[in-house]
């Protein structure tokens, strides 16, 4: 199982950004696949996850600006990210969970991409 994210980069306050992940090895459309982001000395947080019914959850800090989707056909997840904040500032990782059900928890997630580094800065 491989998981290839791309989509980091540098961006100004305000911008937008894409990040998609692919999914190899086996085929993503039963399991929920979620998006995290660790910055700099914090944790790791879920910031988004999709199920295979299609249903998207956020946390409360992105909600309204960023936008999960996924092409089950393709194994593609997407992440679309506006309206960026200098708090947004992260490593964002793809993971695919073990359940089909949505979840934000770290431990749910057997399967993660390399992360690839956000800097929304001016």
């Known amino acids: 199982v491989q998981l290839q994210a791309s989509g980091g980069g540098l961006v100004q306050p305000g911008g937008s950004l894409r990040h998609a992940c692919a999914v190899s090895?086996?085929?993503?459309?039963?399991?929920?696949i979620g998006w995290f982001r660790q910055a700099p000395g914090k944790k790791r947080e879920g910031v988004s996850c999709t199920t295979r019914a299609g249903t998207t959850r956020y946390s409360d800090s992105v909600k309204g600006r960023f936008t999960i989707s996924r092409d089950n056909a393709k194994n593609l997840v997407y992440l679309q990210m506006n309206s960026l904040k200098p708090e947004d500032t992260a490593v964002y990782y793809c993971?695919?969970?073990?359940?089909?059900?949505?979840?934000?928890?770290?431990?749910?997630?057997?399967?993660w991409g390399q992360g690839t580094l956000v800097t929304v800065s001016s």
């Open positions: 090895g086996f085929a993503v459309d039963y399991y929920a």
């Open positions: 993971a695919v969970s073990r359940w089909s059900r949505q979840s934000s928890y770290v431990y749910d997630y057997p399967y």
